[in-house]
């Protein structure tokens, strides 16, 4: 059983041309082919990744941040409520008002209690800007030293400045050292992203990302194993020109650097946009639906390769929805909170010694309640174009 699957899994005219098969793509006379079994180092390279990241982020990150002026803030503990507890894990995090009275009897405490309870423990379960600026961090600098590395992999090859070269002489294709380790890092990069989402800041688009991650491994894989791999780096270089710029924006917003934050922000929004929705589309999706047909047949691969690079772009749509809505908040001044974070609420952290019935009495001197503060102070205090990117992610 186990072995008619893996035959017709690996199938010739599943993956290659017809006329070919893998007996084709066998290494001789110089002749060096990707093969799957090389994909199997990804694997502890991501968990290499992961302690590389760690030390990355105590030994580097950690005491940038700290020269940046960037402190983790100590939150107020919610106090220890069994009934209160196993609600907030096992159903709800932000319990109706109905429920909130039906704790209020089942715990003895008073609504408003209650109310801050839950307000105290979503704080206590999102991350501060500490860990924000450091996971920014490792990502730039992996970003960055792709970005450049797959300029110094491409700049010289005929297929980086003509599309059509890419095809030349295909499947039949040497890979070069160049090309094996582009792959094999980036790929165990974004296995590390993979292994670590659980631990990683979760936006709103978590779901999103998720298959971002998964179509992107999918993807890279496929196009190793049946060499794809000239189309395959510079779908690589397009991704990260962009992702480079983002988390640079990201970590001058950590740091309070506003007016350098929304500069490269708008530098990286109209990158995104050249790079994703034009370069992308354009360029290399045409280039792998087009010109192959003037070189074989269509078959199951090309069809495959294409859809996903189709599902990436539709990613891509997404994410600058989100983009160019905040750009048009910024621009009308209407920009309150990041489009894809939960922003920190308020905890009444400054009267938390007062009764509940001085705080129901006494409103603060601007008349705006905790609730009405949180759409004021926002993310760092003021409304600006950095608020929005607190944690904005787009990668390949």
């Avoid at 803030?73 to 008002?97: C, F, I, M, W």
Wanted: with cysteine; net charge neutral.
């Amino acid at each position: 059983m186990f072995e008619t699957l893996y035959e017709w899994f690996w199938w010739d005219r599943i993956w290659l041309p017809v006329n070919l098969t893998w007996a084709d793509l066998e290494d001789r006379e110089g002749w060096v082919y990707a093969k799957a079994s090389h994909l199997y180092v990804t694997i502890p390279y991501a968990v290499a990744f992961l302690v590389i990241r760690y030390l990355f982020e105590k030994l580097v990150a950690a005491p940038l941040a700290a020269s940046a002026g960037i402190k983790q803030k100590v939150h107020l503990r919610a106090a220890d409520s069994p009934v209160l507890e196993l609600y907030y894990t096992s159903r709800s995090r932000n319990p109706g008002q109905a429920d909130i009275d039906g704790l209020s009897k089942k715990s003895s405490l008073s609504v408003r209690q209650v109310e801050r309870w839950f307000r105290r423990r979503r704080n206590q379960d999102r991350p501060g800007v500490l860990k924000k600026f450091r996971e920014a961090s490792w990502r730039f600098t992996f970003y960055l030293l792709a970005f450049f590395g797959g300029i110094v992999a491409l700049y010289d090859k005929e297929w980086f400045y003509d599309t059509r070269e890419v095809w030349t002489g295909f499947p039949k294709q040497s890979m070069l050292d160049s090309q094996y380790w582009y792959y094999i890092l980036e790929m165990s990069f974004y296995g590390s992203l993979l292994f670590s989402v659980a631990f990683d800041v979760k936006r709103k688009d978590f779901k999103e990302q998720i298959i971002h991650h998964l179509a992107t491994l999918v993807l890279l894989g496929f196009s190793w194993c049946v060499n794809y791999i000239r189309i395959g780096t510079l779908v690589m270089l397009v991704h990260d020109a962009s992702d480079v710029l983002l988390e640079s924006a990201k970590l001058f917003n950590y740091a309070k650097w506003e007016k350098t934050c929304n500069a490269l922000f708008v530098v990286f929004a109209i990158v995104f946009m050249v790079t994703r929705l034009i370069i992308f589309p354009f360029w290399l999706i045409h280039c792998t639906w087009v010109y192959p047909v003037d070189h074989y047949p269509p078959f199951f691969g090309y069809y495959f390769f294409n859809v996903m690079l189709v599902i990436l772009l539709f990613l891509h749509i997404f994410w600058a929805y989100l983009i160019l809505r905040m750009v048009r908040k910024f621009l009308f001044g209407t920009l309150t909170r990041d489009e894809r974070s939960d922003n920190e609420e308020e905890d009444e952290e400054e009267s938390s010694s007062m009764e509940d019935e001085q705080q129901q009495q006494h409103k603060p001197a601007n008349g705006l309640g905790a609730d009405e503060k949180e759409g004021k102070n926002g993310c760092f205090g003021h409304l600006s174009l950095s608020e929005n990117i607190c944690q904005s992610k787009t990668v390949y």
